[in-house]
């Protein structure tokens, strides 16, 4: 029986300040087209910006090359940010995937920990490889179910007539 796929959505952009924007545009796009609410949205942006920047600081000394990958399912949207200019098979990556522990004190996490940090609260899952440069993988979980439950909850308390 196979799994279901995702789509698949992927950029290499230069790995410099200016191209930041435009990745932050394309996973806006892409989680509103999914019907993702406005603050997931925001959220995704934030880290999706902050794992940019990290690259664009930390991953070359002259320049190179930022891959991004958007998984789109019908229940998540994995984003996954990866330097050193290597295209990447992400199945083959995620053996070597482990989540990122936020338990340790931040001054202990790797370059740009603070940003880590800052990503691990806004997505849901947040798991990283440093194997042959870094691979970040972000996911967020689509929460449609969650209106339905808060409907319920209110149409039980309706004014008397």
Known sequence: MK????????????????YVGVVRLTVSGIANRAGFSYDDIEDMKIAVAEACTN??????????????????YDNR???????????FDVTEVRGHLGPLDVSR?????????????????????VELSNESGIVLVMTKFLHGDEVEQDV???SET???Q
């Open 77 to 87: 949207l994995e984003i996954v940010v990866a330097d050193k200019g290597q295209s």
């Open 3 to 18: 799994q279901h796929e995702a789509d698949h959505i992927q950029m290499s952009v230069p790995a410099k300040p200016e």
């Open 152 to 154: 319920d909850g209110f």
């Open 55 to 72: 690259v664009v600081t930390h991953a070359y000394e002259d320049s190179g090359t930022m891959n991004i990958s958007y998984f789109l």
């Open 158 to 160: 309706q004014p008397e």
């Open 105 to 125: 004190p931040v001054a202990d996490l790797k370059e740009g920990g603070l940003g880590l940090f800052l990503i691990s609260t806004l997505m849901d899952k």
